[in-house]
C-alpha cells in the first residue's frame, strides 16, 4: 500500500478546513451582497473588522473558560473515578458517559429547557455535557497508561493516597489535562448551540451572532466573525505543550 | 537437506555457503550501524550472533531477511544475489523476539500461513502443519488455541514451527529466547537445536546471552560496533580470541599484562579462570568469593594483577586467604597486536 | 477513593442521562404542550410523526447520511494508516475547528462549484469531518505490533494485498467496528454544520428538529430525540453483533 492511498482521506480533510477558511477571509471583506449573494464584488472593506468591536467577544472567551475548567476539572474527577472501577463497571460508565451522545446536542437541549430556567448557566451546563465525554476520554486514556507499579512504589516511600494522587498521578496525566483543557477551551469557543436554545435573551456568544447574522442575510459580518473565531482557536492550539514524561 | 553432523570447519568457502554476505554497511545518516560486515555460513550449519545491544546485531539479521536494505555490500543466499529481493520473495524464515504471531489465528492458523499465501491445497496445508507443530512438541491439545492463550514457551514453539514449515532456505532468530524465563530457555534452546538438526536448515541465531551462544552454535560469530570481531566455532573463539572485546564477550577473561606469566613486555594474555590450579608462581590474596552451584569464583588480588579463579575442587577458597596459583602454558593466550 | 467520591461520580453520569429521559417522557404526552405526562400517556404524537412526511423524509436522509458517510470515512481512514505510518497531523483540523466556522464557510465554497443543499455534499461534509475520529481509533489501537506483524507475515510471502486482506484488516476489525458506530452515531446527529448546508429539500432529521426548537416546538420533537437515540442503539446493537460473532 503505497503512500498515494492516504491521499483521498488527506485531501479531503485538507479540503473541508480549507475551502470555508479561504471563503470566509474572502466574504469578510467586500461589502454585503445581502439578497443578491454573499458579497458585491469590487467593493473590498475593512469596516467589518473594524465592528468585530461590538462582538461579545469577552463574553464568549469569558464562556468558553468555563466550560473549559469546568470541563477539565469534572473530566479528570471523572477519569480516576473510571479508572478506578472494575471492568465490568467501567463498561458501564462508559456506556452512560457517552449515552448523551447517542441520541444528540439538540435532545440534550430539548432535554435542558425542560429542566432548567433560561439563563447563561443552561447553556453552560449544556455546553459541558457535550464536551465532558471527550475530555473524561483523553484523561483516562491516559490514567490507563500509567503503569500501576509507580503508584505502588510511592506507597512502599510513604506516601498517602493523597500524595501518589498529587506528586505521581498528576504530573504524569498533566499532558492529557492539558490536551483536554485545550479542546474544551476550543469547543467552547465555537459554542452556539447552547447559548442559541438556553441562554438568556441579551446573552450571546460569537457563535450565536453568526448564526443571527446569517439569518439577517450579513454574510461579511457573519465571515468577518467567522475568521476571528478561527483566530481565536488558533490561538489556543499555540499554546506551548509540555511534552509528556514516560 | 538433513545433514549428518557438523559441517566442514572451512566456514569461509563460498561454494559451500548457504548465506554470504560481502561488505554489507549500514547506517542512519551519519551513524553507522554495519560496517563492511563480512560472514560465509556454510549450509546447514547453526550460527550465533553474539554481541552486546547497540552491536548491530539485530540489524545485520533484518537485513539477512531484507527488512532493512544496506547502503552497500551484498548479500547472497545459496549463492544468488538477493540484495533486491524483497522479503516476500527471499525464502527466509524469520522468528521475531516477540514472536509476532497473528492473534486472530489459532496456532495452527499462523503455522498455515505461509503455505495458504503459497497457494497449496488444504489437505497438504493441514498435513505439514501438524507434522510441524509435531516436530515442535506443541501438544495437540494447543493446536486450536489463540496466542493469547498459550504460555511463552508454547508461543515460541508456534512461532519457530510457522517460520520452518514452508521450507526456508534459512532460519533467522532474534534473541527468540531473550522473554522465558531461565530454566524454560535451557529447554527450548535444545528444542530448537534438535529441530534445527532434524530440518538441516542453515540457521543464523542473534543472542547477547554468551550461555545460549555456546550451547548450541556450530560457529559463532562476536559482533561489537557495527562489524564481525572474530567468527568461528565457539570453543576456538574462547581459547583463542582475536581482540580484548572479544575475549571478554565470552566470559571473565583475566586480561594481565604478559611480563605477569613471564612473557615479554607490552604483551596481554588472556587466561581463563578455569585454568588455574593451586600450587604456582601467582601469589595474592583472596578478596571474595561467589558460589555458583557447581563451582566457585574467587577474585584474587597479588603484587601486579587481579584476576578471577574458577574452581570446584576442595579445599575450596576462603577471602582472607593468601593463595599462589599456577597455568599450563599451553592455556595462557597471547593476544595478537598487543 | 471515598464512597461519597464514587456515589458522586454514579450521579453525575446519570445526570448526563436526565435531559434524554426528559425527551423521551415527554414523547409520550398526550397534549401539544411540552409538559410531560403524569396521569395520561400517549402514542398520539409518534403516530402524527410517523404520518408527517417532512420528518419521515428527513429522518430516511439521517438514515442514507448516515450509513454512506460511514463507510466512506472509515474506508478513507483505513487506507491513511495503511499506508502512511509517520503520523496524519493533517487529518486532525475538522475536529477541532468550530463546526460554527466551518459550516458558514463552506456556504459559499458549495454555492460557488453548485454543490450547495445536495445530499452529496452533506455526505462528503460528514464523511471529512469523522476522519479524524477514525484514525485516531485505528491509531491508538494498532500501534507497533501491528506494524510487526505486518513485517512477519512478509516475510513469510505474503505480498502487500495479502498482508491487507489476512493480517492489517483482521486485526484492526474491533477498531474499524467501533469506527463505524461512532461516525453513524456523530453523523446522524450532526446539526451544527449540517444546518448550513441543507435546503427544505435535504434537510436531515437534527435541522428539522432545529428549525422546531427554534420557533414552537411540539412534541414531535421529543418524538424526535426518541427516533435518534434508537437509530444510536441499534447501530451499536448491530456492531456489537458482529463484534462477537467471529470476535
Redesign the interface.
Known amino acids: 500500500m503505497n503512500r498515494l492511498a492516504t491521499l483521498p482521506a488527506v485531501a479531503l480533510a485538507v479540503g473541508v478546513t480549507a475551502a470555508p477558511l479561504l471563503f470566509l477571509l474572502r466574504v469578510s471583506l467586500y461589502e454585503s451582497g445581502g439578497p443578491r449573494g454573499f458579497y458585491t464584488p469590487d467593493t473590498v472593506t475593512l469596516s467589518h473588522y473594524a465592528a468585530l468591536a461590538e462582538a461579545p467577544i469577552l463574553f464568549t472567551v469569558a464562556f468558553a473558560l468555563a466550560v473549559a475548567v469546568a470541563s477539565t476539572l469534572f473530566g479528570l474527577a471523572l477519569a480516576a473515578f473510571v479508572e478506578s472501577l472494575t471492568p465490568g463497571r467501567q463498561w458501564l460508565a462508559i456506556g452512560l458517559l457517552l449515552a448523551p451522545k447517542l441520541a444528540g446536542a439538540l435532545t440534550t437541549v430539548f432535554g435542558l429547557q425542560r429542566l432548567l430556567p433560561r439563563g447563561t448557566v443552561a447553556a453552560l451546563i449544556a455546553e459541558v455535557t457535550f464536551v465532558l465525554p471527550y475530555a473524561v476520554l483523553v484523561i483516562a486514556l491516559r490514567l490507563r497508561g500509567i503503569p500501576p507499579d509507580l503508584r505502588s512504589a510511592a506507597r512502599g516511600l510513604g506516601a498517602t493516597r493523597r500524595h501518589v494522587f498529587r506528586r505521581v498521578t498528576l504530573p504524569l496525566a498533566a499532558p492529557a489535562v492539558l490536551l483536554a483543557f485545550q479542546l474544551s477551551l476550543a469547543w467552547g469557543l465555537g459554542a452556539f448551540v447552547g447559548p442559541l436554545f438556553l441562554a438568556g435573551p441579551g446573552e450571546s456568544t460569537l457563535g450565536t451572532q453568526i448564526q443571527s447574522h446569517t439569518a439577517e442575510l450579513r454574510w461579511p459580518v457573519a465571515a468577518a466573525e467567522g475568521v476571528l473565531l478561527l483566530l481565536l482557536t488558533a490561538m489556543v492550539f499555540a499554546l506551548p505543550r509540555r511534552r509528556g514524561h514516560e | 537437506m538433513p545433514s549428518t553432523g557438523t559441517p566442514s570447519p572451512t566456514a569461509g568457502t563460498a561454494l559451500s555457503s548457504a548465506v554470504e554476505l560481502s561488505a554489507v554497511s549500514f547506517g542512519y545518516g551519519p551513524t553507522p550501524v554495519l560496517r563492511a560486515v563480512s560472514v560465509a555460513v556454510p549450509a546447514g550449519a547453526f550460527v550465533t550472533l553474539l554481541g552486546p545491544s547497540g552491536c548491530g546485531k539485530t540489524t545485520l539479521l533484518k537485513v539477512l531477511a531484507g527488512y532493512i536494505s544496506p547502503n552497500s555490500g551484498t548479500i547472497r543466499l545459496h549463492g544468488q544475489d538477493v540484495t533486491a529481493t524483497p522479503p516476500e520473495r527471499r525464502d527466509v524464515g524469520f522468528v521475531f523476539q516477540n514472536y509476532a504471531l497473528f492473534p486472530h489465528l489459532t496456532a495452527r492458523g499462523n503455522v498455515a500461513f505461509p503455505l495458504e499465501i503459497r497457494g497449496i491445497s488444504k489437505q497438504e496445508t493441514r498435513a505439514r502443519v501438524e507434522a510441524m507443530l509435531d516436530r515442535v512438541r506443541l501438544s495437540p491439545a494447543e493446536w486450536d488455541r489463540h496466542p493469547r492463550e498459550l504460555s511463552g514457551g508454547q508461543q515460541q514453539r508456534v512461532a519457530l514451527a510457522r517460520a520452518l514449515v514452508f521450507d526456508p532456505a534459512v532460519l533467522l532468530l532474534d534473541e527468540p529466547l531473550a522473554n522465558l524465563d531461565r530454566s524454560l530457555r535451557e529447554q527450548l534452546r535444545d528444542e530448537l537445536r534438535r529441530v534445527q538438526r532434524e530440518t538441516g536448515t542453515t540457521t543464523v541465531l542473534v543472542t547477547h546471552d554468551q550461555d545460549e551462544a555456546f550451547a548450541v552454535s556450530d560457529y559463532l560469530g562476536v559482533m561489537h560496533a557495527g562489524r564481525v570481531e572474530q567468527f568461528g566455532p565457539p570453543r576456538e573463539i574462547y581459547e583463542r580470541p582475536v581482540s580484548e572485546t572479544v575475549a571478554r564477550a565470552l566470559g571473565i577473561a583475566n586480561l594481565l599484562p604478559g611480563e605477569v606469566v613471564g612473557r615479554r613486555l607490552g604483551t596481554t594474555v588472556m587466561i581463563r579462570p578455569e585454568k588455574f590450579h593451586p600450587g604456582g608462581s601467582l601469589a595474592g590474596r583472596i578478596t571474595a568469593v561467589r558460589f555458583h552451584g557447581a563451582d566457585v569464583l574467587a577474585d584474587v588480588v597479588g603484587e601486579n594483577f587481579n584476576l578471577t579463579w574458577r574452581t570446584r575442587t576442595a579445599p575450596l577458597p576462603a577471602v582472607g586467604e593468601i593463595v599462589s596459583l599456577g597455568v599450563d602454558p599451553a592455556d595462557v593466550w597471547e593476544l595478537p597486536d598487543s | 477513593?471515598t464512597t461519597l467520591?464514587?456515589a458522586f461520580?454514579?450521579l453525575?453520569?446519570?445526570a448526563?442521562?436526565?435531559?434524554?429521559?426528559?425527551?423521551v417522557w415527554?414523547s409520550f404526552s398526550p397534549d401539544s404542550f411540552?409538559t410531560?405526562p403524569v396521569e395520561a400517556w400517549s402514542l398520539k404524537w409518534y403516530r402524527r410523526f410517523a404520518d408527517d412526511s417532512r420528518w419521515t423524509a428527513a429522518a430516511g436522509r439521517s438514515l442514507v447520511v448516515a450509513v454512506l458517510s460511514s463507510g466512506a470515512c472509515v474506508g478513507?481512514?483505513l487506507?491513511?494508516v495503511?499506508?502512511?505510518r509517520t503520523g496524519?497531523r493533517?487529518?486532525?483540523?475538522?475536529a477541532?475547528?468550530?463546526?460554527?466556522?466551518?459550516?458558514?464557510?463552506?456556504?459559499?465554497?458549495l454555492?460557488?462549484v453548485g454543490l450547495w443543499g445536495t445530499l452529496g455534499s452533506v455526505i462528503?461534509?460528514h464523511?471529512?469531518?469523522g476522519?479524524?475520529v477514525a484514525?485516531l481509533l485505528f491509531r491508538?489501537w494498532a500501534g507497533e505490533r501491528l506494524a510487526?506483524?505486518e513485517?512477519?507475515?512478509?516475510?513469510?510471502?505474503?505480498?502487500?494485498w495479502?498482508v491487507?486482506l489476512?493480517?492489517t484488516l483482521?486485526?484492526l476489525?474491533p477498531a474499524i467496528l467501533a469506527a463505524v458506530v461512532v461516525q453513524f452515531?456523530?453523523s446522524?446527529?450532526?446539526?451544527?454544520v449540517t444546518v448550513?448546508l441543507t435546503t427544505s429539500k435535504s434537510e436531515t432529521l437534527?435541522v428539522v428538529?432545529?428549525s422546531q426548537?427554534?420557533g414552537s416546538?411540539s412534541p414531535l420533537?421529543?418524538v424526535a430525540?426518541?427516533v435518534?437515540?434508537t437509530a444510536?442503539?441499534v447501530a451499536?446493537a448491530v456492531i456489537a453483533r458482529a463484534f462477537r460473532r467471529r470476535g
Open positions: 477513593m467520591f464514587r461520580g454514579w453525575i453520569l446519570l448526563g442521562l436526565a435531559p434524554l429521559l426528559m425527551a415527554v411540552l410531560p478513507l481512514a487506507l491513511a495503511v499506508s502512511n496524519n493533517l487529518l486532525l483540523p475538522p477541532v475547528l468550530p463546526p460554527v466556522a466551518i459550516g458558514l464557510g463552506l456556504l459559499p465554497a454555492q460557488r462528503v461534509v464523511t471529512a469531518m476522519l479524524p484514525y491508538s510487526e506483524l513485517l512477519a507475515a512478509r516475510g513469510l510471502g505474503a505480498n502487500r495479502a491487507f489476512r493480517v483482521p486485526v476489525r452515531v456523530l446522524w446527529n450532526e446539526a451544527l448550513f437534527p428538529m432545529w426548537l427554534r416546538a420533537v421529543a430525540a426518541v435518534s437515540a444510536g442503539l451499536v
